[in-house]
Every structure is written in C-alpha cells, then in structure tokens.
C-alpha cells in the first residue's frame, strides 16, 4: 500500500518562507511524477507544481517566481520550498504522485495534506 505524508506545514507572516516535504512508503518502483496541489476553503483543489525531473518542471502562473519544486527519485521523495508567501497561498496544500506501469495501468496518489496558513 503506497502512502504519501507530508509536512512542513504552519502558520507564517505574509513574506515568509515555509518548506514542504512529502514522503513515500511502500512503493517499490520510481513515480513517473510527483506534484503539489493546494485547496483552499470554498474553492477546487488546483494545481501548485509538478516534477518528472529538474529539466521537467512545472508551476501554476500565481505562484511562479516564488515556489521551487524539486525531488528525490530514488527515495520517491517531493519538496516544495515556498518563499515570499501571500495570504493568497494559504490553503491545505496536498501531495501527488502519479503515473502508469505496464503491469498495472496508471496510478494516482494522495497524501492526506498539510495546512499552510499566511497572515500577520
């Protein structure tokens, strides 16, 4: 059973930086990708950013400048260091992994998700 846990979450002044972590368990082969996604309340859950490799980066345009998405293939591991950080952002912000296996088709994991909360 694969699982997705992130961390990193909290509360920060508008300006400030947080660093997001997520980490995976009981996969035995490589995420084809791995993103961020964040739900505010009263609104779709959207896309922040997405990873295959460094050369293959991804971000949506609110957050561009200002986030970086980076990971670890080996450990099946995605980061997402947030700086200058707006009231905007705040949001519970979730943990993807996604892809397709031969044997098993396309595959699609969730982490349970970190609140992220930006005010003065």
């Known amino acids: 059973q694969v699982q997705l846990e992130e961390s990193g979450g909290g509360l920060v002044q508008p300006g400030g930086s947080l660093r997001l972590s997520c980490v995976s368990s009981g996969s035995r082969f490589r995420f084809d990708a791995m993103a961020w996604y964040r739900q505010a309340p009263g609104k779709e859950r959207e896309l922040v950013a997405s990873?295959?490799?460094?050369?293959?980066?991804q971000y949506a345009d609110s957050v561009k400048g200002r986030f970086t998405i980076s990971r670890d293939s080996v450990r099946n591991t995605v980061y997402l260091q947030m700086n200058n950080l707006e009231p905007d952002d705040t949001a519970t912000y979730y943990c993807?992994?996604?892809?397709?296996?031969?044997?098993?088709?396309?595959?699609?994991?969730w982490g349970q998700g970190t609140q992220v909360t930006v005010s003065s």
């Open positions: 990873v295959v490799s460094s050369r293959m980066t």
């Open positions: 993807n992994a996604n892809g397709y296996l031969d044997r098993w088709g396309s595959y699609d994991y």
